[in-house]
């Protein structure tokens, strides 16, 4: 069945369409009359309003999407990941999507290339894949998944370019550099800088300050804070900086609960910054100066670029980085 238009309703009644659109908007211009006539020759012909027809078409297409989180993101805290996803499922609730989350096990992504069973078992229209997985297996989703892939906190312009990130070099690069404004100048680097691009972008926003003040970094103040699995634990130096700069505030937590335990003063004695604004339910809130990620930003642009692609095949393929802002808190030495 056609569509009705305004057009045909103005000639209709004998009106310009201007008349109309005036009627059913509520200007003014229109006897109170004429709107009544045009308001029930309107519903009596069946006609829908563009807001209300467009309306029908987000609820009819809702779409079903398949979320990916590695397993050792999910290792021993309730996550960083675990949070983002759960923005990302209230915010697809909104856009008429539903969400499904499977966790992808170590063996899958090194040796059984396994495709998710959600797309083995049920029909999903596009899939997110939250923090970084191997290149094998962004492969094999590519090549056999048979929907859009959106890769969310992860970037690889070589393969994985479909994605969102935190503007992490420059979020990091900015908060350097506040310590040497403090006169903070012996700084140590907290993260597995291998673990993934995440840290490892952090690393370098981190040593683009280092070497604009042409500080070296010595080998022992580069400290590894993560083990394969994405357990958290950190060795305090034996020569100890004037302040430690860590990849996250789990990290950032963990390390300053090591320090306390040896008798030192945070920020009195050392100061300590982190990363994302964000800690773990149930974990000691330590007040970390931090880079706030804007969780709600960085999950809308996904939602955003997957539901893109599924509208548009072949839309996009971009990389979006998200910046953030910094968290005063009460972890720096303030001259």
């Known amino acids: 069945m056609q569509r009705v238009r305004l057009i ?114 049920e029909h999903v229209d596009g899939i997110i894949v939250i923090g970084e997985i191997t290149m094998r297996y962004i492969k094999k989703l590519q090549e056999h998944a048979g929907v859009p892939v959106v890769f969310l906190d992860f970037y690889d312009s070589r393969i994985a370019r479909d994605c969102v990130i935190a503007d992490n070099y420059y979020g990091m690069y900015q908060m350097t550099e506040l310590l040497f404004e403090q006169g903070i100048e012996k700084l140590a680097f907290v993260g597995s800088i291998y673990a993934t691009g995440s840290i490892m972008d952090r690393y370098f926003g981190f040593m683009k300050a280092m070497t604009r003040h042409h500080k070296n970094l010595p080998p022992e103040w580069l400290i590894e804070d993560r083990d394969a699995m994405g357990r958290i634990d950190v060795a305090l130096p034996k020569r100890m900086p004037q302040a430690f700069v860590c990849n996250c505030d789990l990290t950032a937590g963990v ?81």
């Open 8 to 121: 045909d309703i103005a000639q209709k009644l004998d009106v310009s369409t201007v008349t109309v659109h005036n009627a059913l908007c509520g200007r003014k211009g229109v006897s109170n009359q004429m709107r009544e006539r045009i308001i029930q020759t309107a519903k009596e012909m069946g006609y829908e309003s563009n807001t209300v027809s467009k309306k029908k078409k987000e609820v009819a297409q809702a779409w079903k999407i398949s979320v990916l989180i590695a397993e050792n993101y999910l290792a021993q805290y309730a996550t960083y990941y675990w949070k983002m996803y759960q923005e990302l499922a209230l915010m697809a609730t909104q856009r008429h999507c539903y969400t499904m989350i499977e966790v992808l096990k170590q063996e899958t992504q090194m040796h059984t290339m396994e495709l998710p069973k959600a797309l083995r078992e």
């Open 255 to 335: 390390l300053i609960a090591k320090l306390e335990a040896q008798g030192y003063r945070v920020p009195q004695d050392v100061s300590v910054i982190g990363f994302d604004n964000f800690v773990p339910p149930g974990f000691i809130d330590a007040k970390v100066t931090t880079y706030e990620v804007s969780m709600k930003s960085m999950t809308k642009a996904a939602l955003d670029k997957l539901i893109k692609q599924l509208r548009t095949p072949g839309h996009g393929c971009l990389l979006d980085i998200i910046t953030g802002q910094v968290r005063w808190k009460n972890s720096i030495k303030i001259k």
